[in-house]
Protein backbone atom coordinates (compact mmCIF):
# COMPACT_ATOMS: atom_id res chain seq x y z
CA UNK A 1 0.00 0.00 0.00
CA UNK A 2 1.17 3.78 -0.92
CA UNK A 3 0.03 6.71 -0.29
CA UNK A 4 -0.20 8.96 -3.28
CA UNK A 5 -3.96 9.54 -3.06
CA UNK A 6 -4.23 8.87 0.35
CA UNK A 7 -7.90 10.24 1.65
CA UNK A 8 -9.18 11.32 -1.51
CA UNK A 9 -12.37 10.32 -2.85
CA UNK A 10 -12.43 9.15 -6.42
CA UNK A 11 -15.09 8.63 -8.68
CA UNK A 12 -13.83 5.61 -12.29
CA UNK A 13 -16.07 5.33 -14.50
CA UNK A 14 -15.99 2.23 -16.44
CA UNK A 15 -14.51 0.76 -13.30
CA UNK A 16 -15.21 -2.83 -14.78
CA UNK A 17 -13.83 -5.00 -17.54
CA UNK A 18 -15.65 -5.80 -20.62
CA UNK A 19 -13.82 -9.38 -20.64
CA UNK A 20 -11.95 -11.40 -18.95
CA UNK A 21 -8.31 -9.89 -18.09
CA UNK A 22 -7.36 -6.51 -16.78
CA UNK A 23 -9.07 -2.91 -18.53
CA UNK A 24 -7.99 0.27 -18.22
CA UNK A 25 -10.81 1.05 -15.83
CA UNK A 26 -10.23 -1.66 -13.59
CA UNK A 27 -6.13 -1.23 -13.42
CA UNK A 28 -6.59 2.08 -12.92
CA UNK A 29 -9.08 1.69 -9.65
CA UNK A 30 -7.17 -0.93 -8.10
CA UNK A 31 -4.14 1.29 -8.40
CA UNK A 32 -6.11 4.15 -7.11
CA UNK A 33 -7.10 1.69 -4.29
CA UNK A 34 -4.12 0.75 -3.69
CA UNK A 35 -2.08 4.08 -2.93
CA UNK A 36 -4.85 4.78 -0.31
CA UNK A 37 -8.02 6.24 -2.40
CA UNK A 38 -11.19 5.52 -1.68
CA UNK A 39 -13.06 4.29 -5.08
CA UNK A 40 -16.59 4.77 -6.45
CA UNK A 41 -16.34 1.91 -9.12
CA UNK A 42 -18.94 3.09 -11.78
CA UNK A 43 -19.99 0.60 -14.39
CA UNK A 44 -22.97 -0.06 -16.56
CA UNK A 45 -22.60 -3.52 -15.74
CA UNK A 46 -23.20 -4.14 -12.36
CA UNK A 47 -21.04 -7.24 -11.78
CA UNK A 48 -17.99 -5.93 -14.05
CA UNK A 49 -17.63 -3.29 -11.11
CA UNK A 50 -18.23 -5.98 -7.96
CA UNK A 51 -15.81 -7.66 -9.94
CA UNK A 52 -13.18 -4.97 -9.53
CA UNK A 53 -14.04 -4.53 -5.59
CA UNK A 54 -13.88 -7.88 -4.43
CA UNK A 55 -10.57 -7.72 -6.02
CA UNK A 56 -9.29 -4.07 -4.35
CA UNK A 57 -11.16 -5.41 -0.99
CA UNK A 58 -9.14 -8.42 -1.12
CA UNK A 59 -6.26 -6.58 -1.38
CA UNK A 60 -7.26 -4.64 1.75
CA UNK A 61 -8.08 -1.69 -0.22
CA UNK A 62 -11.79 0.47 -0.18
CA UNK A 63 -14.62 0.71 -3.04
CA UNK A 64 -18.17 0.38 -3.53
CA UNK A 65 -19.25 -0.24 -6.58
CA UNK A 66 -22.23 1.65 -8.59
CA UNK A 67 -24.20 0.19 -11.51
CA UNK A 68 -24.77 3.30 -13.20
CA UNK A 69 -25.31 4.29 -17.18
CA UNK A 70 -23.11 7.64 -17.11
CA UNK A 71 -24.88 8.30 -20.79
CA UNK A 72 -28.10 9.84 -18.85
CA UNK A 73 -28.03 13.14 -16.79
CA UNK A 74 -30.05 11.34 -13.78
CA UNK A 75 -27.29 8.34 -13.36
CA UNK A 76 -24.52 10.62 -13.06
CA UNK A 77 -26.94 12.97 -10.38
CA UNK A 78 -27.27 9.58 -8.48
CA UNK A 79 -23.19 8.97 -9.16
CA UNK A 80 -22.17 11.46 -7.37
CA UNK A 81 -24.51 11.63 -4.85
CA UNK A 82 -23.48 7.70 -4.14
CA UNK A 83 -19.89 9.01 -3.50
CA UNK A 84 -20.81 12.02 -1.00
CA UNK A 85 -22.34 9.56 0.69
CA UNK A 86 -19.91 6.90 0.54
CA UNK A 87 -16.65 9.36 1.04
CA UNK A 88 -18.42 13.03 1.94
CA UNK A 89 -16.05 14.62 -0.84
CA UNK A 90 -15.30 14.08 -4.91
CA UNK A 91 -11.64 14.73 -5.31
CA UNK A 92 -10.90 12.93 -8.37
CA UNK A 93 -13.00 12.15 -11.52
CA UNK A 94 -11.28 9.52 -14.17
CA UNK A 95 -13.83 9.35 -17.10
CA UNK A 96 -12.50 5.99 -18.39
CA UNK A 97 -15.63 4.79 -20.39
CA UNK A 98 -15.27 4.08 -24.06
CA UNK A 99 -16.57 2.00 -27.17
CA UNK A 100 -15.13 1.61 -30.67
CA UNK A 101 -17.00 0.59 -33.22
CA UNK A 102 -14.98 0.47 -36.49
CA UNK A 103 -16.28 1.96 -39.73
CA UNK A 104 -15.58 5.13 -41.96
CA UNK A 105 -18.41 7.64 -42.81
CA UNK A 106 -20.12 5.10 -45.50
CA UNK A 107 -19.95 1.97 -43.45
CA UNK A 108 -20.66 2.86 -39.92
CA UNK A 109 -23.65 3.48 -39.25
CA UNK A 110 -25.89 6.69 -38.12
CA UNK A 111 -27.21 5.08 -35.37
CA UNK A 112 -23.34 3.97 -34.39
CA UNK A 113 -21.86 7.34 -34.80
CA UNK A 114 -24.47 8.52 -31.92
CA UNK A 115 -24.22 5.82 -29.98
CA UNK A 116 -20.40 6.17 -29.83
CA UNK A 117 -20.80 10.21 -29.40
CA UNK A 118 -23.45 9.46 -26.50
CA UNK A 119 -21.05 7.54 -24.64
CA UNK A 120 -17.26 8.45 -25.32
CA UNK A 121 -18.09 12.23 -25.44
CA UNK A 122 -21.66 13.25 -23.73
CA UNK A 123 -20.79 10.71 -20.63
CA UNK A 124 -17.72 13.10 -19.49
CA UNK A 125 -20.02 16.22 -20.50
CA UNK A 126 -22.41 14.71 -18.08
CA UNK A 127 -19.88 13.59 -15.17
CA UNK A 128 -18.51 16.73 -15.57
CA UNK A 129 -21.58 18.80 -15.17
CA UNK A 130 -22.46 16.42 -12.04
CA UNK A 131 -18.94 16.80 -10.12
CA UNK A 132 -17.78 20.11 -11.12
CA UNK A 133 -20.15 22.02 -8.64
CA UNK A 134 -18.86 20.14 -5.56
CA UNK A 135 -15.51 20.11 -6.38
CA UNK A 136 -15.67 24.38 -7.15
CA UNK A 137 -17.02 24.47 -3.83
CA UNK A 138 -14.22 22.15 -2.00
CA UNK A 139 -11.45 24.26 -4.10
CA UNK A 140 -9.76 21.33 -4.82
CA UNK A 141 -10.47 18.42 -7.23
CA UNK A 142 -8.96 16.60 -10.17
CA UNK A 143 -10.26 15.12 -13.27
CA UNK A 144 -8.81 12.82 -15.49
CA UNK A 145 -10.23 12.04 -19.11
CA UNK A 146 -9.49 8.54 -20.75
CA UNK A 147 -9.00 9.79 -24.95
CA UNK A 148 -7.04 8.02 -27.13
CA UNK A 149 -3.95 8.88 -29.48
CA UNK A 150 -6.85 7.83 -32.69
CA UNK A 151 -7.56 11.54 -31.37
CA UNK A 152 -4.88 13.03 -33.21
CA UNK A 153 -3.31 10.28 -35.45
CA UNK A 154 -5.04 7.66 -37.79
CA UNK A 155 -5.10 4.00 -37.34
CA UNK A 156 -4.97 1.13 -40.25
CA UNK A 157 -8.54 0.11 -38.80
CA UNK A 158 -10.73 3.04 -39.25
CA UNK A 159 -13.51 3.79 -36.55
CA UNK A 160 -14.25 7.34 -37.42
CA UNK A 161 -16.82 8.25 -34.73
CA UNK A 162 -14.41 6.66 -32.22
CA UNK A 163 -11.73 9.00 -33.44
CA UNK A 164 -13.70 12.18 -33.82
CA UNK A 165 -15.06 11.67 -30.18
CA UNK A 166 -11.85 11.40 -28.67
CA UNK A 167 -10.51 14.14 -30.33
CA UNK A 168 -13.60 16.10 -28.65
CA UNK A 169 -12.80 14.47 -25.37
CA UNK A 170 -9.45 17.07 -25.70
CA UNK A 171 -11.38 19.99 -26.14
CA UNK A 172 -13.71 19.17 -23.84
CA UNK A 173 -10.61 18.75 -21.17
CA UNK A 174 -9.06 21.80 -22.25
CA UNK A 175 -12.29 24.01 -21.71
CA UNK A 176 -12.87 22.53 -17.90
CA UNK A 177 -9.29 23.08 -17.61
CA UNK A 178 -9.56 26.79 -17.86
CA UNK A 179 -12.16 27.19 -16.89
CA UNK A 180 -11.82 25.60 -13.38
CA UNK A 181 -7.90 26.41 -13.30
CA UNK A 182 -8.11 29.44 -10.91
CA UNK A 183 -10.66 27.53 -8.64
CA UNK A 184 -8.53 24.65 -7.87
CA UNK A 185 -9.59 22.02 -10.16
CA UNK A 186 -7.55 20.73 -12.80
CA UNK A 187 -8.42 18.74 -16.03
CA UNK A 188 -6.09 16.48 -18.02
CA UNK A 189 -6.64 13.94 -20.82
CA UNK A 190 -4.59 11.22 -20.99
CA UNK A 191 -4.26 9.35 -25.06
CA UNK A 192 -3.39 5.78 -24.61
CA UNK A 193 -1.64 3.87 -27.99
CA UNK A 194 -2.31 0.49 -28.68
CA UNK A 195 -3.19 -1.19 -25.57
CA UNK A 196 -3.61 -4.99 -25.45
CA UNK A 197 -6.86 -5.08 -23.37
CA UNK A 198 -10.13 -6.82 -23.17
CA UNK A 199 -11.77 -4.00 -25.17
CA UNK A 200 -9.66 -4.47 -28.02
CA UNK A 201 -10.18 -7.95 -28.16
CA UNK A 202 -13.93 -7.87 -27.90
CA UNK A 203 -14.78 -5.00 -30.02
CA UNK A 204 -11.75 -4.79 -32.81
CA UNK A 205 -11.23 -8.74 -33.70
CA UNK A 206 -13.96 -8.88 -36.05
CA UNK A 207 -11.83 -5.85 -37.98
CA UNK A 208 -8.84 -8.16 -38.38
CA UNK A 209 -11.23 -11.26 -39.23
CA UNK A 210 -11.55 -12.73 -36.35
CA UNK A 211 -8.04 -13.77 -35.93
CA UNK A 212 -7.34 -12.68 -32.11
CA UNK A 213 -3.34 -14.11 -32.54
CA UNK A 214 -2.95 -11.62 -35.65
CA UNK A 215 -4.44 -8.59 -34.45
CA UNK A 216 -1.97 -8.74 -31.40
CA UNK A 217 0.70 -9.35 -33.82
CA UNK A 218 -0.12 -6.74 -36.26
CA UNK A 219 -0.64 -4.18 -33.55
CA UNK A 220 2.57 -4.67 -31.78
CA UNK A 221 4.16 -4.24 -34.95
CA UNK A 222 2.98 -0.92 -35.22
CA UNK A 223 4.43 0.21 -32.12
CA UNK A 224 8.25 1.42 -31.98
CA UNK A 225 8.93 -0.88 -28.74
CA UNK A 226 7.81 -4.12 -30.89
CA UNK A 227 4.87 -4.21 -28.37
CA UNK A 228 1.63 -3.23 -27.05
CA UNK A 229 1.47 -1.13 -23.84
CA UNK A 230 -1.00 -2.67 -21.19
CA UNK A 231 -3.86 -1.43 -18.77
CA UNK A 232 -0.90 -0.99 -15.79
CA UNK A 233 0.79 1.45 -18.04
CA UNK A 234 -2.75 3.70 -18.78
CA UNK A 235 -3.16 3.27 -15.52
CA UNK A 236 0.14 4.51 -13.98
CA UNK A 237 -0.30 7.82 -15.67
CA UNK A 238 -3.87 8.00 -14.58
CA UNK A 239 -2.34 8.24 -10.84
CA UNK A 240 0.23 10.74 -11.50
CA UNK A 241 -2.31 12.84 -12.90
CA UNK A 242 -5.00 12.65 -10.47
CA UNK A 243 -2.14 12.68 -7.43
CA UNK A 244 -0.79 15.90 -5.79
CA UNK A 245 2.35 15.54 -7.73
CA UNK A 246 0.75 16.62 -10.87
CA UNK A 247 -0.89 20.04 -8.61
CA UNK A 248 0.69 22.50 -11.62
CA UNK A 249 -0.28 20.39 -14.89
CA UNK A 250 -3.73 21.27 -16.11
CA UNK A 251 -5.18 21.21 -19.35
CA UNK A 252 -2.39 18.68 -21.39
CA UNK A 253 -2.47 15.93 -23.02
CA UNK A 254 -0.32 12.83 -21.90
CA UNK A 255 0.23 9.93 -24.31
CA UNK A 256 1.15 6.77 -22.91
CA UNK A 257 1.88 4.84 -26.30
CA UNK A 258 5.25 3.51 -26.60
CA UNK A 259 6.24 6.40 -28.77
CA UNK A 260 3.93 5.53 -31.41
CA UNK A 261 2.61 8.71 -32.18
CA UNK A 262 6.43 10.20 -33.07
CA UNK A 263 6.40 7.50 -35.86
CA UNK A 264 6.22 7.94 -39.18
CA UNK A 265 5.60 4.82 -41.54
N1 LIG B 1 -7.27 -0.59 -25.20
C1 LIG B 1 -6.77 0.31 -25.99
O1 LIG B 1 -5.98 0.02 -26.91
C2 LIG B 1 -7.19 1.74 -25.80
C3 LIG B 1 -6.46 2.70 -26.48
C4 LIG B 1 -6.80 4.01 -26.33
C5 LIG B 1 -7.83 4.36 -25.49
N2 LIG B 1 -8.53 3.43 -24.84
C6 LIG B 1 -9.65 3.87 -24.00
O2 LIG B 1 -9.68 3.24 -22.74
C7 LIG B 1 -11.03 3.23 -22.27
C8 LIG B 1 -11.55 1.84 -22.00
O3 LIG B 1 -10.77 1.18 -21.20
P1 LIG B 1 -11.10 -0.25 -20.59
O4 LIG B 1 -9.93 -1.07 -20.96
O5 LIG B 1 -11.44 -0.06 -19.16
O6 LIG B 1 -12.42 -0.76 -21.38
P2 LIG B 1 -13.47 -1.89 -21.04
O7 LIG B 1 -14.39 -1.90 -22.21
O8 LIG B 1 -12.81 -3.16 -20.64
O9 LIG B 1 -14.22 -1.37 -19.75
C9 LIG B 1 -15.04 -0.30 -19.81
C10 LIG B 1 -16.20 -0.51 -18.87
O10 LIG B 1 -17.09 0.56 -19.12
C11 LIG B 1 -18.39 0.10 -18.92
N3 LIG B 1 -19.32 0.97 -19.62
C12 LIG B 1 -19.56 1.06 -20.95
N4 LIG B 1 -20.52 1.98 -21.18
C13 LIG B 1 -20.86 2.50 -19.98
C14 LIG B 1 -21.78 3.48 -19.57
N5 LIG B 1 -22.56 4.12 -20.45
N6 LIG B 1 -21.89 3.76 -18.25
C15 LIG B 1 -21.13 3.13 -17.33
N7 LIG B 1 -20.24 2.16 -17.68
C16 LIG B 1 -20.11 1.86 -18.98
C17 LIG B 1 -18.39 -1.32 -19.47
O11 LIG B 1 -19.42 -2.08 -18.88
C18 LIG B 1 -16.99 -1.79 -19.09
O12 LIG B 1 -16.99 -2.57 -17.91
C19 LIG B 1 -11.90 3.78 -23.35
O13 LIG B 1 -12.17 5.14 -23.14
C20 LIG B 1 -11.01 3.56 -24.55
O14 LIG B 1 -11.37 4.38 -25.62
C21 LIG B 1 -8.23 2.11 -24.97
Known amino acids: MGD ?3 GKAIIVTGAGSIGPGMGNGKAASILYAREGGRVLLVDRDPAAAEETRRLIADAGGEAVALGCDVTSSAECHRMVHACLKAFGSIDVLHNNVGIAIPGGAVELSEADWDRTMQVNVKSMFLTCKHVLPYMERQGRGAIVN ?29 EVAMQYAAKGVRANAILPGLMDTPMVTAQLTDAYGGDMEGMRLQRAALCPTGKQGDAWDTAHAAL ?17 DGGITCRVR
Request: charged share 15%; hydrophobic share 55%; net charge positive.
Open 146 to 174: IASHNAIRSLPVIAIAYAASKAAIIALTR
Open 240 to 256: FLASDEAKYITGTTLMV
Open 4 to 6: RVR
